[in-house]
């Protein structure tokens, strides 16, 4: 059966979803109902005329519903004219397009905004814009002005639609784009994306850098960034706890613990607390590891809030906890989303060039059975986050021993910073995979050799920080984010926050589980956006 769609004067005609607000504010609510005699039930809401098939009863066709939504039919409605839009629509276009973003394979998350499109044709700007994405049982067209020159903001209603009723990667989405300029019509080659049958959980914190100020910004799926934390002066270098419930920041080189709202609203202050910088908290927030600084070193280097050796602390109180087991060279420290391993950068490690792994009692608030977990390199592994079954861990691994957003090149806002990549390692094989494909490479093998896919060139490549694993994994997928020094299509080279998709595996992972990374919409430009921590909403 096929659900058409076709636009009004304000609105489209959309199958199965309904409208929120006015025209183009979207929330999708699931699959339109039929009755027993296979009739589809109409509904009208917010400006949105939802129907079906009009055919007589018992005439429906068996199979899946496709959804047809097509905004190339109507001058008014797209501002085109009908020459324009039919050379769009029928013309064979050719090559000269080149796709900057989003990138071909990536996997978004189903609850995200419709991303920016963008392109380069090698003009100053396009007349007018034709894209067709579908699958199997969606088929969306539209014709329409760019956004701006190379850019086209996919709306939101169709991007919606296609993430309610997505099979993730059984039913793969082809986007295909052409552009009238100049007279011509050129076409870019058809990508394919998937839109992940899961929705990403909870909130993604991010540090970001403004006039001389930093501050904690806070963004929910689908909504735009909100400053969550700020001060005269500077916020940052914070840790969230898995379940939302705490974060600890620096504020002014103060550690400061908080307690997180369970809805929208200010955090509140607990209380000052040693070692606020960037701590390992455990997933109910009850106890966290402050972070070594040996030698100046670890997350900052400028200080350490008055501790400078890690230990093992009460969150409320901010009272150190006596013999803990914890080393006390330990570094960016992590515990799994159950609380039974501590992870971290060991100094004692050939001064900061491993990892270590131990298993830790919430109970007898305690860490034992240490062991090496990654052994010395050449490089300096940084910000390991576990996976959320505990049994893999994701890190950086640079050339920096300075772990702060500075030693990361935070402040050089538009020129590159040292090497870093985004590493896995097994817990229980020490096997290490690297996540290629995340970084910009289709395989190890194009990494080693320098062959990226990334359009700007090798140039962004390596550029990839703090990895934060969110603690929840959906569509069969963990949902990991980092910072990134690279190009936003033409928008420009900036310092932002990026996620991939992380196919979740049964058993150890052997082969790069990642795919191309997504831009995390919403974010705010025209700063240095780093540090992203990822955690569950109370």
């Known amino acids: 059966m096929i659900l058409h769609a076709t636009r009004k004067a304000c609105g489209i005609a959309i199958a199965i979803s309904l409208c929120a607000g006015g025209c183009h504010d979207f ?28 055919r007589p009863e018992g005439s429906f066709e068996a199979g899946p519903v496709v959804v047809s939504i097509d905004e190339c039919q109507g001058g008014s409605a797209t501002s085109l ?23 071909d394979g990536t996997v978004f998350p189903s609850n995200l905004t ?28 539209l014709c329409s002005k760019p956004t701006a020159p190379g850019q086209l903001q996919f709306p939101q209603a169709p991007w919606a639609l296609a993430g309610a009723g997505t099979a993730g990667a059984a039913d793969p989405f082809s986007i295909e784009l052409r552009v009238l300029t100049g007279g011509r019509v050129l076409e870019a080659k058809a990508e394919q994306v998937v839109i992940s049958a899961g929705a990403l959980s909870g909130s ?21 960034a909100q400053p969550f934390l700020t001060a005269i002066g500077c916020v940052g270098c914070h840790s969230v706890s898995a379940d939302g419930s705490r974060m600890i920041a620096a504020v002014n080189d103060v550690g400061t613990a908080y307690t997180l709202p369970a809805a929208a609203g200010s955090p509140s202050i607990v209380g000052s607390v040693p070692g606020g910088e960037s701590p390992g908290i455990m997933a109910d927030g009850t106890l966290y590891v402050a972070s070594a600084h040996p030698n100046g070193m670890g997350p900052k280097t400028y200080g350490g809030a008055g501790v400078m050796t890690a230990g093992l602390y009460e969150t409320t109180t901010g009272s150190l906890v006596a013999d803990s087991g914890v080393p006390t060279g330990a570094m960016m420290p992590a515990f799994s989303r159950d ?6 950068n060991d100094f004692a490690i050939d001064a900061g060039r491993g990892l270590a792994l131990m298993d830790f009692s919430e109970a007898a608030r305690t860490a034992s059975n240490y062991r090496t977990l990654l052994p010395s390199s050449d490089k300096y592994p940084a910000w390991p986050s576990f996976l959320p079954d505990g049994r893999s861990i994701v890190f950086q691994l640079g050339a920096s021993s300075e772990f702060s957003g500075g030693g990361a090149g935070i402040l050089q806002s538009v020129t590159s910073g040292p090497a870093g990549d985004l590493v896995l390692v097994d817990a229980q094989t020490r096997a290490t995979t690297p996540l290629s494909r995340a970084m910009g490479f289709a395989s190890a093998s194009d990494a080693a050799s320098g062959n990226t896919y990334l359009p700007f060139g090798i140039g962004e490549s390596h550029q990839n ?50 795919h191309p990374a997504f831009y995390l919409p919403g974010q705010g430009m025209g700063t240095g956006n780093f540090r992203p921590v990822a955690a569950l909403d109370r």
Do not use: C, K
């Not at 609510?29 to 009009?54: I, K, P, S, W, Y």
């Not at 920080?465 to 929840?472: E, M, R, T």
């Open 204 to 224: 993604v914190y991010y540090q970001t850098i403004g006039v001389g100020l930093g501050s904690i910004s806070r963004i929910q799926p689908g909504q735009i």
């Open 339 to 344: 609380g039974g391993l501590l992870v971290f």
């Open 27 to 54: 929330e999708a609510v699931g699959v339109l109902a039929v009755d027993t005699d296979a009739r589809v039930v109409a509904q009208e809401a917010g400006g949105f005329d939802v129907r079906g098939d009009a």
């Open 114 to 141: 419709g991303p920016l499109l963008m392109w380069n044709d090698g003009s100053i700007g396009e007349d007018a814009v034709y894209v067709r994405m579908r699958s199997s049982s969606f088929d969306y067209r």
């Open 465 to 514: 920080y703090a990895p934060s694993v969110s603690p929840a994994a959906t569509g069969g997928y963990v949902w990991l984010f980092f910072d990134s020094m690279r190009h936003y299509g033409n928008v420009g080279l900036l310092r932002g926050i990026w996620g991939t998709a992380v196919d979740v595996a049964a058993s150890g992972y052997t082969a790069d589980p990642s």
């Open 81 to 103: 004219d009908e020459a324009t839009v039919g050379a769009l629509v029928e013309g064979d276009g050719g090559p000269g397009v080149t796709w900057l973003y989003p990138y």
